[in-house]
């Protein structure tokens, strides 16, 4: 198994762009979700999915979108990129429930800087 | 509103030291509490969960506690390496949602050979 992978590792961005963050787990899991870490905030939640079709907005939901049409993928889409959006990002998956019992899968990170 | 507090914020220790990571919750409402290491520049690689239901969870070297009335975890490490320095984070998956964790700001550990 892959586990969870993320694409790209990363991307600068001038203000005002668009651009798609990828993220895709082999693990049949039912749960994705969409972390932002920053330097004093810790990590926190932007976008959960918890199956195919349907998302939920998490902490720090404003200006991302998301759509989950597979189990396997979860992208999180920037619409118009901004300095504050600079930061790490990690999409996260786990079962809801079962043998794992929600323990949490994470992805190596995209870090993203916004000029 | 669940807040998740880790202390200290950076501990170092000379090698082969045994130590204790502290995490407190400010509402005992949890699901699980799991316990993660990040290394530099790398995603999270989950060490334990431990269930509402349990007091303890066990892997090698690790053991974590949890006494939900008090609202506390704790990562004891025994025997410490250099190979443990890392940032360790502790998270709660809120009730009844699913797989939301809410995670606390980490604490920094270097272990000095």
């Known amino acids: 198994n892959a586990g969870v992978t993320q694409t790209p590792k990363f991307q600068v961005l001038k203000t005002g762009q668009s651009m798609t963050l990828q993220c895709a787990q082999d693990m049949n899991h039912e749960y994705m979700s969409w972390y932002r870490q920053d330097p004093g905030m810790g990590l926190r939640l932007i976008h959960y999915?918890?199956?195919?079709?349907?998302?939920d907005q998490g902490e720090v939901p404003n200006g991302y979108n998301v759509s989950r049409s597979t189990t396997e993928d979860f992208p999180l889409r920037l619409l118009s990129a901004a300095p504050s959006q600079t930061s790490v990002y990690f999409c996260?998956?786990?079962?809801?429930?079962?043998?794992?019992?929600?323990?949490?899968?994470f992805g190596p990170g995209t870090r993203l800087l916004v000029l | 509103k669940q807040e998740v507090t880790q202390i200290p914020a950076a501990l170092s220790v000379p090698e082969g030291e045994n130590l204790v990571l502290n995490c407190s919750f400010t509402d005992s409402a949890i699901y699980n509490l799991q316990w993660f290491r990040q290394d530099p520049g790398k995603g999270l690689t989950s060490l334990l969960l431990i269930q509402s239901s349990q007091r303890e969870q066990t892997s090698g070297r690790l053991n974590a506690s949890l006494d939900k009335s008090s609202g506390r975890s704790t990562l004891y490490i025994a025997a410490s390496q250099p190979g443990d320095s890392a940032t360790y984070l502790c998270a709660v998956s809120v009730y009844n949602q699913g797989g939301k964790l809410i995670f606390g700001q980490g604490t920094e550990l270097s272990v000095k050979p």
């Open positions: 996260a998956s786990s079962y809801v429930s079962g043998r794992a019992r929600e323990t949490q899968y």
């Open positions: 999915s918890v199956g195919a079709g349907i998302t």
